[in-house]
């Protein structure tokens, strides 16, 4: 049963979007690093500046971090808005509850870059991991949520053409957009209990066209549902039943189980896009995210 609270976001989170009927971008990125600089560092998480492989971005440190594995965490945002500013303060709870510590990357964005500089920039901070803190692949886990989800598996299915011993470690991806064509069938059959993306699906075309430019909406690496997921890492897919998106997390998971992955798949009962936005104030926010440290710490054989 969600919890009283849950239903208090999402009459707030379905007026704010309900409210939006032409979008500008860089009115978005504002108001949306804006609300995220607000927000708090999980208690006992350090956040510092850093250049990963020429691009910038935060690594969060938890007090009780292991030494020899790190997140590369890919911030949602339609590959349009977001930042560090916008999600450091989730980062951070996720950061402490994995026990790991997270870099969090600032790649570029489209329409000014669009698809592959924000992947070209994902890569590198995954090769500055190895040479700067001397991490194996393995030890690294690769997370992100929405967009930055879908980024995450399109990062895996690169890593994996590099060979053997290349690939990361695992995956987490929280609402992950893996499917730009919006094929999926919750896209239409959810749509009417999406609090978020209810008022601005007519809008998500243009922001297809916008990251993907003149490339195939079928590229695995701008829908990495139309990939191959075998050799994949071990994945943890957590979606809301309550969003467009179900599909595209549920129909990758299926995929890559039918291809001798590792899937965690979990869906969130009454749960809307990336609700994990909101801890630490509401309570499922909080139990997504202990899940999440729960495999990273398992996969990562730190789970004490």
Known sequence: MPSFKSYLY?????RYFARKKVVDINAERQELNALGARLPLAQE???RPVNAGGTGGEWLQPANAISDAAILYLHGGVY?????DSHRSMASFIARSCRMPVLLINYRLAPEHPYPAGLDDAEQAFDWLIAEHRLPAQRIILMGDSAGGGMALALALRLKRRGP???AGAVVAMSPWTDLTLSGESVTTRLARDPCFCKLLPLASGYVAMYAADHPLTNEEI???FGDPAGLPPLLLQVGEDEILYNDAHDFARNARNAGVEVTFSPWRGMWHVWQCLVPGMKESRQAIEEIGRFCREVM???T
């Open 10 to 14: 999402r009459y707030f989170i379905k």
């Open 45 to 47: 998480v350090t956040s």
């Open 80 to 84: 349009l808005i977001g930042s560090c």
């Open 165 to 167: 011993g290349a690939q």
């Open 223 to 225: 829908s990495p549902l």
């Open 301 to 303: 054989g730190n789970d």
